[in-house]
Nanobody, 125 residues
Framework: QLQLVESGGGLVQPGGSLRLSCAASGFSLEYYNIGWFRQAPGKEREGVSCISSSSGSTNYADSVKGRFTIARDNAKNTVFLQMNSLKPEDTAVYYC??????????????????WGQGTQVTVSS
């Protein structure tokens, strides 16, 4: 059974940093595109970033470019999302997801078949 577990969320002040982890069990992350999504109260789920299984190429939402970095550690079967210069508008539940047979340039939720339970990120002073 494919399972993804996010961790690393929490409360941080504006300008601070967090590193989210997405650990997989039951399958090898290296063969899947991995996406990070977030959902704030009353808003739709939006894509944050994606890393491809083959080339390791990455894509980011315009709102996080230059601040967030996605990376994978295949030995640990984990994907990370380093978030720097956090802003209050980054507050949301963050989810990781795994999918195959699409390009990360098209990382919409419907392309991902396995999802984690989410981790809360709150940016507030």
């Amino acid at each position: 059974q494919l399972q993804l577990v996010e961790s690393g969320g929490g409360l941080v002040q504006p300008g601070g940093s967090l590193r989210l982890s997405c650990a997989a069990s039951g399958f090898s992350l290296e063969y899947y595109n991995i996406g990070w999504f977030r959902q704030a109260p009353g808003k739709e789920r939006e894509g944050v970033s994606c890393i491809s299984s083959s080339s390791g190429s990455t894509n980011y939402a315009d709102s996080v470019k230059g601040r967030f970095t996605i990376a994978r550690d295949n030995a640990k079967n984990t994907v990370f999302l380093q978030m720097n210069s956090l802003k209050p508008e980054d507050t949301a539940v963050y989810y990781c997801a795994a999918g195959r047979s699409f390009y990360c340039t098209d990382y919409v939720p419907r392309n991902f078949g396995s999802w984690g339970q989410g981790t809360q990120v709150t940016v507030s002073s």
